[in-house]
């Protein structure tokens, strides 16, 4: 989790050269490790997930960092992703991203300094949530979504619930 | 549709009633792993801090027995029931524990040794290996039939003691920092996040869920499951049992959720289970409410970092020291913090419709502030206003040119003329707090004293104590905090606890005293009508700069709550004495409070003139002669102080504070027999007075009478194990009595604790670097915005 965020940044900073040396080629790379997200481990994830995750890192320099943990059955595919970037005028970031995602966005609180949810609209998906919000100048979008229409897992508010847990091991791992 | 919680744990509570009536199945294992499933889906769904007692089941009906009726009689096949239950859930949770165990054993980051998994915290666990925390029945499952105890608990700050942003912006420093890590953040999750510790959770590449128990941080079934007090060391010192909430006919512990009506067929036994002794006793809090910052922590050495205990300890709602200068009934911690309030909801454990709060209300304003907890904050407000905590009195004015104190303020006549300079005196007195103000992480919590003087049309003539645009405070405020100081000599603005090597100043009141601070001003030579003088205890959960630390500067203002004022009206021309406030100290405890301010702050000979005063206003009272003489031996007047004394005995022979003090005059006199006879006299009728113990010890030292020497400080050392005196003596003594591993251990302690005498200077560096507050790290000082020209700092 946290340590792992410090651990992360350890291995960033030995890797810094090569990292920009990748950059540079505009590569994105990837950590395919396990637990290796530094705001959510593979255990936790699983467990919202309702089953064994996996996850997987990437970090491009001058994108987002993202943490994506997907777990699979039979019948559905389940993701959870985490995206993170560290922005010069946050308020107004999470403003526009709110903007963008699907429905109306429900203020939650004591998530990081802001933070919403909203339905997600996306037609990949059967089911999903979103929470758009900020830590200090870090903004970060958190998706949990799923294959299956309602899928038994990740619906009503088991699903709201979930997503507010996942928010909150985030935002409590970016503080 | 899905289940909601409350649903959940109902259907778990009458699964498991009716696997009771078929036994076949009831004490199967699959119904272990089915009521396993349920709390695992209850458990992840508690995350939302809006969660209250409207989310959870009905409680399930439940009659209790009369008063004074005897325990239900099981029948045998009752009892083999039980017993078959009992065996099955050990055999589960052994289980469960050891496949736990070898799932996340393997990767922990054993940094202290195998032996020491949870070091640098103190706590320890019942049982081999790591603790799963599911074994650890939840809030929710407690909350169906104790829905109040639920409801305050969610709202405060005990089950927000992880995640808060207040409390992970520091760990995460820790966690993040590139010496330590994960591991040593033990020492703080001990206490704030015990079910992690105790699940291996801390340490990196954790294999552990945290889901199931950070936003819980202290749940109902770890206070409620600590089966032992280790000492009274702090950092979470206890020992933590395998939870359970019901024991069986002989008393033993029956692991994990039981079915809701065996609990109410026998509520006597989920008490024993759930409810020791001495979770109503201050030795409890004090597991938590102490924390020192030990070697391995720091890489430094062993500094204690807080006690709220020992401050207990110290004052007079504990009735164990006889030096405190006012006496109180017996109140424990759980006595101010855990009253006993009216049910709004059912709660079974309640007594005659009411319960002890689980709110714990005390200073945390921030957390519920922050959650949106409108009526713990509240409630915590209310509290902090209600208590007669503290006493503010503008107690004298002195004007410029003059050596006459006009004391006490409103008792007696003065004029007052424009262009006049005054001093006040306000004396702050920590009246009825069990603790000093500020208590604990004084370097985050904030009180200060706020000062206005205004002219009649409300123009501000002086103001100190006020908040800056940016909500930081007056620089040059009084404020009763410390400033912890790194070896850099740099301020520990985002509480690096580890980075502590000293603090440059400590201005905290400890229970019972008082503190005078001064403050200057000049009446306008223009002025109308009369100025009015307001001072005020102000107090803030998090400094300014914290929280900035913790959110940016873009944050919501956190509460400011105003806990004690006093306002005096003073005419220009003659002022005339006027009738007392109500809620004002008597005249003679205004003095006994400016002496004893006075006293620490080393103005002896006007203390014992503020003394004096008491003495002619009750020269009955023996404390005001022991006052006197305390002041005096601390002065170095052992005659007077002789006399004093002698004063005191006369009008209450057996006063242990005058007969201690005669202990010290004696010994300096030289009267060894009356000197032991003095010190055996308080120790017999305050066995658990530190000092009096010290004291006996060096005198029987003295005398080299080993044995009673040694049965002084080992009895000192069970009060407070941090006694340097007791140490040092004690490695003496062990040696002496050839015992060279004891004596060894003591020796180590007392260079492990002693001060570092290199220490100071790291806050003389700091305060080089910052003339602004400075002044306050001296105990006479006086606040003033006026220059040697006359005009003032801010140029009025």
Known sequence: MASNAARCGRVLRSVAPSLLGVSLLGLPMTMHAANNCAWLNEATA?????????????????????????????????????????????????????????????????????????????????????????????????????????????????????????????????? | ???????????????????????????????????????????????????????????PSYTPPAKGAPPIEDTPAQRDAIARWKAKAELATNAARKQYNAEVAPAYNFHYGPKNPFTPGNIEVQGEGFLQPGAYPSAEYCGTCHQEAYSQWRQALHSNAFRTPFYRTSVNILIRDKTRGISFARHCDSCHNPIGVLGAALTEDSKVDRAKFD????????????????????????????????????????????????????????????????????EFCAACHKANLPATLNDYKFIRAFTAYDEWQQSKFSQRNPLTFYTADFTTCQGCHMKRNPISLPDYGAKDGTLVSHRW????????????????????????????????????????????????????????????????????????????LIPEVRDLYEAWVEVTVKDSAGAE???????????????????????????????????????????????????????????????????????????????????????????????????????????????????EPEAADPADNPDWMRWNNLGIALLDQFQYAESVAAFTEVVKLRYDYADAYTNVGLTEIVWEKYDSARTAIRKALTLSPDNARALYYDGLLERRAGNTEQEIADFRKVVENFPQSRDARRELGITYYQQNMVAEATEQFEALQGIDPDDLTAHYNLSILYRRQHRPKEAAEQQAMFVDKKVDPGAPTYGLNYLREHPEISTESIPWHIHSDLTAQGGTANGK
């Open chain 2, 461 to 575: 003539i002086y103001h100190s104590g006020f908040l800056k645009p940016d909500g930081m405070i007056d620089p040059r405020a009084h404020s009763f905090t410390n400033r912890p100081v790194t070896d850099e000599g740099e301020f520990v603005d985002n509480h690096k606890v580890w980075t502590i090597h000293s603090v440059a100043y400590d201005n905290s009141v400890q229970a019972g005293r008082s503190v005078l601070v001064r403050y200057q001003f000049r009446i306008p030579a223009n002025v109308a009508g009369a100025v009015t003088v307001t001072a005020k205890v102000n107090y803030r959960h998090l400094r300014q700069s914290y929280l900035n630390n913790i959110f940016g500067k873009d944050h919501p203002a956190y509460p400011v709550v105003e806990i004690a004022s006093r306002s005096r009206v003073l005419k220009i021309g003659d002022n």
């Open chain 2, 1 to 59: 549709m899905e289940k909601t919680e409350s649903e959940i744990a109902a259907s778990c509570g009458r699964f498991g009633g009716n696997m009771r009536k078929t036994a076949s199945i009831a004490f199967s294992i699959v119904g272990f792993l089915i009521a396993a499933y349920c709390f695992d889906s209850l458990r992840a769904q508690q995350a939302s801090p809006q969660q209250d007692a409207a989310s959870l089941a009905p409680p």
């Open chain 1, 46 to 175: 699983s467990g919202l997930l309702g089953g064994s995750a996996v996850g997987e890192v990437t970090e491009a320099a001058g994108q987002p960092t993202v943490c994506e943990f997907t777990q699979m059955d039979a019948s559905a595919k389940r993701t959870l992703r985490i995206s993170v970037e560290v922005v010069t005028d946050p308020h107004e970031r999470v403003g526009v991203l709110e903007k963008g995602c699907g429905g109306n966005p429900t203020p939650l609180k004591a998530i990081g300094n802001e933070a919403a949810s909203c339905a997600l609209s996306d037609r990949k998906i059967a089911v999903g949530k979103q929470v758009i919000g900020r830590v200090r100048d870090q903004v970060f979008i958190i998706t949990i979504a799923s294959t299956l229409k309602n899928d038994p897992v990740l619906q009503g508010d088991a699903l709201d619930s979930k997503i507010y847990t996942a928010a909150e091991q985030v935002a409590g791992n970016l503080f």
């Open chain 2, 215 to 282: 936003s819980d941080g202290l749940t109902c079934t770890t206070c409620h499951s600590v089966v032992g007090l280790d000492s009274t060391n702090g950092n979470s010192s206890v020992k933590m049992g395998v939870p359970a909430v019901i024991v069986d006919e002989k008393g033993e512990r029956i692991p994990g959720e039981v079915p809701f009506d065996m609990i109410l067929r026998h509520p006597e036994r989920h008490s024993q289970a759930v409810m020791h002794d001495f979770l109503h006793k201050p």
């Open chain 2, 361 to 436: 209300l005390a200073g945390n304003t921030a957390v519920p502030f922050y959650y949106g907890f409108d009526e713990q904050l509240k409630k915590t407000i209310d509290f902090l206003r209600a208590g007669n905590y503290l006493n503010v009195d503008i107690f004298a004015l002195k004007k410029a040119g003059s050596d006459k104190l006009i004391a006490p303020l409103g008792r007696v006549a003065y004029d007052l003329a424009p262009s006049d300079t005054v001093d006040a005196y306000v004396v702050i007195q920590n009246k009825n707090i069990g603790h000093s």
